[in-house]
């Protein structure tokens, strides 16, 4: 049983979200959700049975026979920390795909990534580790998301986009063709980015325009 059990690591609105990729995905027989003791998140148990993260450590679920894990966690910094944290345990990170999202066969997924229900990766795309593709966004063809990267619902990302490491995308946001977003930038929701925006800046509006520098985690 253990080999086709997955961990899920987070107890929010997100882990919800990757529970029911999973299981539509149907690739593992059983579920096992985990949270740091203590955790600020936002733990749901009445809604996530499968909760754990009171009973055991990672080191005891891996020696339990679990190898795969994927962080569900909203916030690109500390998903990605978390990431790390189970990599350095020994787990392998699961690529969660939904079966009804659209992947070219020349497309790039790395490992620990979560692609949503009819969200879309176009020819020679390069998505990297512990990314969230979320429901219904497109990554067109040649586009680069780096490692740890956030594109919101209906986002949509033209031709050859490249996307710095931890960036967000918000929700039902655009980003013209060739067009660069840096590491840890924010595109607000809605938005449509017509030129590069640096790391760390915050923009929004139509056309985008940079507002503010990015200083805390965003999630």
Known sequence: MA?????IWGGGGHALAVRDIVRAAGN????VVMVD???????????????AHANCTPA????????????????????????????????????????TAVISPDAEIGEGTVIGPMAMVGSFARVGSDVILNTGCIVEHECNVADGVHVGPGAKLAGRVSVGAGAW????????????????????????VTRDIDERMMAYGVPARPIRRVDATHG
Request: hydrophobic share 45%; charged share 20%.
């Open 60 to 99: 005891e679920l891996l020696n339990s026979g679990i190898s795969h894990a994927v962080v569900a966690i909203g916030d690109c910094q500390l998903r990605e920390e978390k990431a790390a944290m189970l990599r350095r345990q020994g787990f392998t990170m699961a690529r969660i795909v939904h079966p």
């Open 3 to 7: 080999k086709n059990t997955l961990l």
């Open 37 to 51: 003791p203590g955790s600020v998140l936002d733990v749901r148990p009445s809604l996530i049975p499968e909760m």
């Open 28 to 31: 593992y027989d059983r579920i």
């Open 169 to 192: 995308i918000g929700i039902g946001a655009v980003i013209l063709d060739r067009r660069s977003i840096g590491s840890g930038a924010i595109v607000g929701a809605g938005a449509v």
